[in-house]
């Protein structure tokens, strides 16, 4: 048997547009209340990505918000092991669709996982595995094309990937250049006040470099919001902005892989860390 129940009277957020943030304290207690009994016995059918906010309204998770919301609702109840379907085998180090010779995980530790959505990786919303982590549940994403497939599991036990390049592709960056009007040096003052408005307006910064008198980030292309940052900067910075551009993120990097990956591509920012590359290139994937 089965019985359906309206995700909007299990999970509560704040207000915040299309990334809503769950209160987990009221959310748990609610699911465990409602849940707890009846899932012993039935099925429990419910909608994923929506919710809602202290006055009633109807809010959203985001982007693959329905993972999120399978997520929240295996760590409330204690689940054994959360599974997810995908139109994939599992999870792989690239896109297959842009990449080819990927590769498929059997199993990912729980710091892989959340670093690769991180960085981009659409396969599972960024916000999933820290629910399940919190209570050391399994996650395994399968695919509904074919199902007797083992999949990707992502366990607390799990080895961490430390060889195979894991190549990530983000689309619509947007490249922001923030300097001093008087070409004083950038100090910390000035990127307190740069990062009040990040905070002010949402922004999503994905990485950042400063030089003597330049400070340089790209961040998701979020249409009016990133216009009105830009606006808010303007009165006291000088700002200037490329837009249209991608970010190639490469964990285990290697510089063969580096070279095949960025040959005739256009750089126009460049980060490097022992295990992971990043570049902001024109778009060319």
């Known amino acids: 048997a089965h019985i359906w129940y309206d995700a909007r009277e299990l999970i509560f957020t704040d207000n915040l547009y299309r990334e809503a943030r769950v209160n987990f304290e009221r959310t748990n207690v609610v699911i465990r209340q409602q849940l707890s009994k009846i899932i012993e016995d039935k099925v429990i059918l419910t909608q994923g990505f929506i919710a809602s906010a202290q006055d ?42 842009r990449f080819s010779g990927t590769i498929k995980f059997d199993t990912l530790s729980y710091q892989d996982a959340v670093e690769m959505t991180y ?48 190549i990530i592709l983000k689309e619509n960056q947007v490249l922001i250049s923030i300097s001093t009007k008087n070409l004083s040096f950038i100090a910390e003052e000035n990127i307190r006040r740069i990062f009040e408005e990040v905070v002010r307006y949402g922004i999503k910064v994905n990485t950042m470099q400063n030089s003597a008198i330049s400070f340089v980030i790209s961040v998701d292309d979020m249409g009016q919001k990133v216009k009105d940052f830009e606006a808010a900067l303007n009165e006291e910075f000088a700002v200037s902005q490329t837009t249209d551009l991608q970010l190639l993120t490469v964990k285990n990097a290697n510089p063969e892989i580096i070279d095949q990956l960025l040959k005739e591509k256009n750089i126009l920012l460049e980060l490097r860390t022992p295990k992971t590359w990043q570049f902001v290139i024109n778009k060319s994937f």
């Open 119 to 166: 960085y981009g990786a659409s396969v599972l919303h960024p916000k999933t595995i820290k629910p399940v982590e919190n209570k050391h549940i399994p996650l395994q994403v399968k695919s509904f094309l074919n199902p007797l497939a083992e999949g990707t599991y992502i366990l607390s036990n799990a080895k961490q990937q430390t060889e195979t390049p894991i």
């Open 56 to 97: 009633g309204t109807f809010t959203t998770l985001g982007r693959e918000g329905s993972d999120y919301s399978a997520s929240i609702f295996s760590a409330a109840l204690n689940a054994e092991e959360l599974v997810i379907w995908k139109d994939v085998d599992g999870i792989l180090n690239a896109d297959p669709h």
